[in-house]
């Protein structure tokens, strides 16, 4: 088990000058002569002192969605995107594609409890996946709950589930509208209905189970006494849950009254002895890892690491021996012994050696380590004995992402999904003693993969650094500068970006796209090093890095300015802020997705200090400077030419707060020059991304691609 709360899990100069326009709101825009009449939007002489610096915030008043100015700038500004997305002839046909391609099975991979498997399936369009119950894995399963039920537009999903030890209870967390926000139930497995428990204001969390079956510990938060998708988010804590109870009764087992910064994340043990509490703050990207003894009601949680000087995550143990994943003086990470009654690093055991590739996670399934690595930005799994003895590695063709190997130390058999760019999700069941690898599901797609290619290429940065590219589009592509191609980055949080498909790629190579993917610092693709080298004040490396990307495509000549497009989301979506800010003339269309866009001030708004370990904050001087410099929103020149861009969020993001696009999308309408559209789309009963219907994917998959046909000027297909 792994119990350490990550980043990944919580996981993306100058005046703020624009033009001085009338306060009153106008009708829905027009179009005139070709150029987009936007909806007019008032100024404040909002002005905040930063250390001495005055910046101005023209357009706080977008900070109150419910406010009646905003609603109806929100109407106006769908009106006018939708109004312009109908001129688009092919619109409609890239949906009906984008559906026929959307519409295979997927399957998620396997787990078991209590001698029974579970897993999900969605037969290809509905708006959720369903969740599976079987006695044996080949035998025909049941459902055991389906989230399409639970609402009539698809948009309550599963956030989250737990199965107790014997198999007879299921923990499970719905998400509304894509809050982060869940509320948590406990069902019956045979029956499946659910029993009277509720838990509600939950965030951030599972449910770990007691080995007794009769209670779980789970994360959460008092309830907001502001907007509950606004409210800054304070005081994590950690409670147990007596099945059959009321939420009032539950046992508050850890908090820190001193910490309102900390995430506090419960797992328990597999020898059921201990609870196991996995730390994040928000000013640091490392943790601490706690632990209580639950054999003693009396005992107290020992602070086993709190120093906040590496990252710690617990993989399972033997007794008071912890087995201990870490980049300790190990920055692409390793696996160490600990004995918890002599916790000190020269009492440690390395298992696991720091290698040339970056260790991922680890799993301790039949008695034995499965370590994921990645090699530049591909899976590989290497098979060790508990000693630390390497037995084999599990084999993978092709460029890919690999991902499961759950399971218990007494299990002989682990499941795992295998995908890349041109290969859908197949699940297969490995055999531990064996090494047997047998497919058990693979989905069918109506798309001719064959007749594309997946290459990964190395470009230099600004500075000199090596950084990888997956490139993905049609064999025998001629390089003569006019292929429409859509980057995406991320680069940030240590999160990576790995080889997987998805048929909105599909739908974008069948449109004669190619499809690019650049690893950036601040991804973990390199480790903690790479990490670091595109945080806080280096996080103009990670922009320098896909503007790098963009120049060797287009050196490359597999496309040219006008048809290259650049795309990111949360992070990504700062990403592509900063970069069309910087170098608008670099790119033909500009796609940031529900990005974080104003860097003075997204640590006020839910949980967004959670991101200073990252960003910096703009509360400290030197922070500040670097955030001025490159904070989307603050770097907006009245008067350029800005590319084809469409900004997109949701009303109900409550993790990237939806005044961050609201914000940037009227300061760019107000500051562009020329004919190119400057259009926000905002989607409504949707939150950040995750648990969004299949429905609403589509619709906006639709509108991004219609976007991009038109501004790229590509051929209809």
């Not at 190579?509 to 973990?524: H, K, T």
């Amino acid at each position: 088990m792994s119990c350490t709360l990550s980043r990944r899990t919580l996981w993306m100069s100058g005046l703020a000058v624009c033009a001085a326009i009338s306060p009153a709101l106008a009708q829905p825009a027009k179009q005139l002569a070709g150029k987009v009449v936007y909806p007019t939007a008032k100024t404040v002489d909002q002005v905040d002192d930063y250390h001495g610096t005055k910046v101005a915030d023209p357009y706080r008043w977008l900070e109150e969605p419910d406010s009646p100015e905003t609603k109806a700038w929100v109407t106006a500004q769908n009106e006018i995107t939708n109004a312009w997305l109908d001129t688009v002839p092919e619109r409609s046909r890239i949906k009906e594609r984008l559906t026929n391609l959307w519409n295979y099975e997927k399957f998620g991979v396997p787990f078991k409890e209590g001698g029974k498997y579970f897993f999900t399936r969605n037969d290809g369009l509905q708006n959720q996946s369903v969740l599976y119950v079987t006695d044996a894995i080949e035998a025909t399963p049941r459902v055991l709950l389906d989230p399409n039920t639970l609402s009539k537009d698809g948009t309550i999903a599963l956030a989250g589930a737990s199965v107790s030890d014997d198999g007879k209870l299921m923990a499970y967390g719905v998400s509304e509208a894509g809050s982060d926000w869940n509320t948590w139930r406990v069902r019956d497995v045979l029956t499946g209905k659910d029993l009277s428990d509720e838990l509600k204001w939950v965030k951030f969390s599972g449910a770990a189970w007691t080995k007794d079956n009769k209670g779980f510990f789970y994360s959460r938060y008092d309830a907001p006494t502001g907007d509950a998708i606004k409210s800054v988010n304070n005081f994590h804590k950690i409670f147990y849950h007596v099945v059959g109870t009321t939420q009032d009764k539950d046992v508050l087992v850890f908090d820190r009254n001193d910490q309102p910064e900390w995430y506090l994340g419960g797992g328990v043990t597999e020898d059921g002895k201990y609870l196991i509490i996995g730390v994040s703050a928000g000013k640091t990207i490392n943790n601490a890892l706690f632990y209580k003894d639950l054999s003693d009601p009396k005992s107290k949680v020992v602070e086993l690491f709190n120093k906040f000087d590496a990252d710690y995550n617990f993989v399972g143990n033997t007794g008071t021996t912890f087995w201990i994943q870490t980049n300790l003086n190990a920055p692409r990470s390793r696996v160490v012994a600990v004995d918890i009654t002599k916790p000190d690093v020269s009492s440690w055991k390395e298992l696991i050696a720091q290698s040339e590739n970056t260790l991922q996670g680890v799993s301790v399934v039949g008695q034995r380590f499965f370590a994921s690595y990645l090699k530049d930005a591909t899976t590989q799994v290497r098979i060790h004995e508990l000693d630390g003895a390497h037995i084999v590695d599990v084999t993978f063709p092709g460029l890919c992402t690999a991902g499961g190997f759950g399971g218990k130390p007494t299990d002989t058999e682990t499941f795992y999904s295998y995908s890349g760019y041109l290969n859908p999700g197949s699940i297969f069941r490995y055999e531990i003693k064996t090494g047997k690898s047998t497919l058990f599901r693979s989905p069918k797609v109506d798309f001719n993969a064959d007749a594309y290619e997946t290459k990964q290429v190395f470009f230099k940065s600004k500075d000199g650094t090596r950084v990888p590219m997956f490139l993905t589009h049609k064999k025998g592509i001629l390089l003569d500068s006019s292929n429409p191609t859509l980057l995406y980055g991320y680069g940030g949080f240590n999160i990576s970006l790995t080889p997987g498909f998805s048929p909105t790629v599909a739908r974008w190579l069948e449109m004669g796209g190619v499809y690019a993917v650049a690893n950036l610092r601040g991804g973990g693709e390199y480790g903690e090093d790479w990490h670091k080298g595109g945080m806080t004040v280096n996080k103009q490396n990670v922009f320098d890095d896909f503007i790098s990307a963009a120049e060797w495509l287009i050196s490359s000549r597999y496309t040219s300015s006008k048809k290259l497009a650049i795309q990111g989301g949360s992070n990504g979506g700062l990403l592509v802020g900063a970069c069309m800010t910087q170098r608008p003339e670099l790119f033909g269309a500009c796609l940031p997705a529900v990005g974080v866009m104003d860097m003075l001030r997204f640590h006020t708004f839910t949980i967004g200090w959670g991101w200073v370990g990252d960003y910096g904050s703009s509360a400290d001087p030197e922070q500040f400077k670097a955030l001025r410099a490159y904070s989307p929103y603050h770097n907006i020149k009245p008067g350029t030419a800005y590319p084809p861009t469409m900004v997109t969020t949701a009303d109900h993001d409550d993790r990237v707060y939806p005044a961050h696009s609201f914000k940037f999308a009227a300061a760019m309408q107000a500051a562009q020059s020329g004919d190119n559209p400057i259009l926000i789309r905002i989607e409504t009963r949707a939150g950040h991304g995750a648990g969004k219907p299949t429905s609403k994917r589509i619709e906006e998959a639709s509108d991004i691609f219609a976007f991009l046909s038109k501004s790229l000027d590509m051929k209809s297909n």
